[in-house]
């Protein structure tokens, strides 16, 4: 869609990526808290950390200089924390999702990357893996959407090695809870243990196209996955909802 010949469908594309709306869940199930977090440094007194002197010792030169007290807003603070949620979206360009179902899919990546946090990564399979955009490599919401619009499916699919490199992604973040969304048909072509690697996923929810669901509902139960079906991108919002949440 990115790369299409007619400059009114790129356009098209990238404006219904861009209003395309989703919200995270705030689930209450517990989840484990994982990682040390990192150090951040925050405008005013934070009770909770401490003054942060390397970004706070202009202000506090001055003041002393010129005899006057500082606004709180005129300092700085660090404390321990961490990202909430970190995102992996894993999204199949394998020859059976082609049309419709890859358009779909596309579409809904790119939204959901233009909205998410720092914290998210997309991969793409087929007979590989390819990283679009990973956790931290600071890749623009721009530059992510016009590579997952440009996608085209061929290839068989290797799935396993998808969820693993998911794994890995998610391994490499702090965050308290570490999501995994697949937008795929699940019909893995190459024999290897589908449910060994998605278990290795704190979580997994699948969105799969409704047109041809049934190997995403075999994987959903076996390995305790949500799942949502959608035929055309109108369908994803309310989808996303009921899958998040």
Same mark, same amino acid.
């Given at each position: 869609?990115?790369? !299409?010949?007619?400059?009114?469908?790129?356009?098209? &594309?990238?404006?219904?990526? =861009?209003?395309?709306?989703?919200?995270?869940?705030?689930?209450?199930?517990? +989840?484990?808290?994982?990682?040390?977090?990192?150090?951040?440094?925050?405008?005013?007194?934070?009770?909770?950390?401490?003054?942060?002197?390397?970004?706070?010792?202009? =202000?506090?030169?001055? &003041?002393?200089?010129?005899? =006057?007290?500082?606004?709180?807003?005129?300092?700085?603070?660090?404390?321990?924390?961490?990202?909430?949620? &970190?995102?992996?979206?894993?999204?199949?360009?394998?020859?059976?999702?082609?049309?419709?179902?890859?358009?779909?899919?596309?579409?809904? +990546?790119?939204?959901?990357?233009?909205? !998410? =946090?720092?914290?998210?990564?997309? *991969?793409?399979?087929?007979?590989?893996?390819?990283?679009?955009?990973?956790? @931290?490599? @600071?890749?623009?919401?721009?530059?992510? *959407?016009?590579?997952?619009?440009?996608?085209? @499916?061929?290839?068989?699919?290797?799935?396993?090695?998808?969820?693993?490199?998911?794994?890995?992604? *998610?391994?490499?973040?702090?965050?308290?809870?570490?999501?995994?969304?697949?937008?795929?048909?699940?019909?893995?072509?190459?024999?290897?243990?589908?449910? &060994?690697?998605?278990?290795?996923?704190?979580?997994?929810?699948?969105?799969?196209?409704?047109?041809?669901?049934?190997?995403?509902?075999?994987?959903?139960?076996?390995?305790?996955?949500?799942?949502?079906?959608?035929?055309?991108?109108?369908?994803?919002?309310?989808?996303?909802?009921?899958?998040?949440?």
């Amino acid at each position: 869609m990115a790369t !299409a010949t007619d400059r009114g469908l790129r356009e098209k &594309a990238r404006r219904l990526a =861009h209003r395309l709306a989703w919200r995270e869940a705030r689930s209450t199930a517990p +989840t484990t808290v994982r990682g040390t977090g990192r150090m951040r440094s925050v405008r005013g007194l934070d009770p909770q950390g401490e003054l942060d002197l390397d970004r706070s010792m202009d =202000h506090l030169t001055q &003041a002393r200089a010129g005899s =006057h007290a500082l606004e709180p807003d005129e300092l700085w603070s660090r404390r321990w924390s961490a990202s909430r949620t &970190a995102w992996c979206l894993v999204l199949d360009r394998s020859g059976s999702m082609d049309g419709e179902a890859l358009a779909t899919a596309c579409l809904t +990546t790119a939204g959901f990357w233009l909205r !998410a =946090h720092e914290q998210r990564a997309v *991969l793409t399979f087929a007979d590989d893996v390819v990283a679009l955009g990973s956790l @931290g490599d @600071g890749r623009t919401g721009e530059e992510v *959407l016009d590579r997952v619009l440009g996608l085209r @499916g061929r290839g068989t699919t290797h799935l396993a090695p998808a969820l693993r490199a998911a794994a890995d992604q *998610l391994g490499r973040t702090s965050a308290r809870r570490r999501r995994t969304v697949l937008l795929s048909d699940c019909r893995a072509t190459t024999p290897d243990d589908v449910v &060994a690697a998605a278990g290795l996923l704190d979580e997994l929810a699948i969105l799969a196209p409704a047109a041809d669901p049934a190997a995403a509902r075999e994987l959903a139960r076996a390995v305790d996955a949500r799942l949502e079906t959608v035929s055309a991108p109108s369908d994803v919002p309310a989808a996303l909802r009921r899958l998040l949440d």
